[in-house]
Every structure is written in C-alpha cells, then in structure tokens.
C-alpha cells in the first residue's frame, strides 16, 4: 500500500491542493482508480511519471516515514465516507481503508493489521463485544486500539465495551473534529 496515494498524500507530494490532484485525474493527466467506497487512489509511480513530464520536483525519500493505519467498520456508507473523508484529509497523513461488514471486517483486520478499529457496533451480522474481546486476546492483533460509535448504547453498556477491550465509546452522530482529535490522541499523535 506505500505505492498507492490518496488524493491528499498526492497533493501533499505535489505541493498542491487536493482539487488540482482531482482535476489532473478527471482530466486524465493522472491516471487513478475508485476503492469501492468511492475513493480515489493513485499509484505513486504514476504521479511520478505525471511530475516528471511536468517539471515538478519529486520531494527527496527522506522522511518516508511509517502512516498509521485505520480500518472504519459501519454498514452506514455515508458514515464511512465521512470518517474516512475526514481522516485522509487529516495532518497525520492516515492510511484508512473501510469494511461494510463483519466479514470483511475480520480479513481486513487480519491482512491490514491497523493501528486503530473504528467500529459500529450496532451492525446486523456484528457482536461488538466479541469483535473487541477477539482482537484483545489476539498477540497479532492487541495492540490494535478500538474506538466504538453507536447511536444506541447507555453508560452502562459503554463501560462494558470497555471491559470487553474498547479503548473509547462514542455516541453518534459525532462531531467530526472530536473523532478526529480523539484518534490522534489514542494514536499518540497529539
């Protein structure tokens, strides 16, 4: 996944805005293709074939440091594009991918190994609970921290998520820039 460039990694590359990145895509100067939520991805060797032939200068290999990674799981698609919109818009430069369901959910978190679960735990094929225990008891997978979001649950049932390995609970709908500032602190980024 390092070879592939979401728009804002591509503008940031660049040293451009991330609407100019989606006009040199849409005009076909950049070649891109869609994830199935929609999102625009772009093969660095591509961007850099692109800058070469346009003259901009490709930024030295020197601080190719590692991205965070987040997986956010929620069968609500207008959910999941708003959190992974705002999280690949965000400074620390996120690498997120999304699952619709628990079974994607569960390769994902097994081939992606993320560094952070934002997980709807009211989805019809999901056990929250057993989702958070499973990925706590895991060696591979412990260190993974979980942020929970439900329109649903009480104090009550927020502090046995926590019990169960949540690492936060949040009610929706929730305020963007909460999220986002609360990922950033769990990731120890803040």
Not at 61 to 77: A, C, F, N, R, Y
Not at 86 to 98: G, I, K, N, R
Request: with cysteine; aromatic share 6%; net charge negative.
């Amino acid at each position: 996944m390092k070879d592939t460039l979401t728009v804002f990694t591509a503008s940031k590359y660049c040293n451009v805005s991330s609407k100019t990145i989606i006009n040199w895509v849409e005009a076909g100067h950049i070649k891109a293709y869609k994830t199935v939520g929609g999102h625009r991805r772009i093969k660095k060797s591509d961007l850099e074939a692109f800058m070469l032939d346009q003259g901009i200068p490709i930024p030295d290999q020197e601080s190719q440091g590692t991205h965070k990674k987040i997986l956010v799981v929620d069968d609500d698609m207008i959910i999941v594009e708003s959190i992974v919109q705002a999280l690949e818009e965000d400074e620390f430069d996120y690498e997120v991918l999304s699952a619709s369901d628990g079974f994607e959910a569960g390769l994902q978190v097994n081939h992606f190994l993320p560094d952070l679960l934002i997980l709807d735990i009211m989805m019809p094929d999901i056990k929250g609970y057993d989702v958070c225990k499973k990925i706590k008891e895991n060696p591979k997978t412990n260190h993974i921290k979980i942020v929970v979001l439900s329109a649903y649950l009480d104090d009550d049932k927020f502090a046995r998520m926590k019990e169960y390995g949540a690492d936060l609970c949040l009610s929706k709908p929730l305020p963007l820039t909460q999220l986002k500032d609360q990922v950033a602190e769990l990731l120890e980024l803040k």
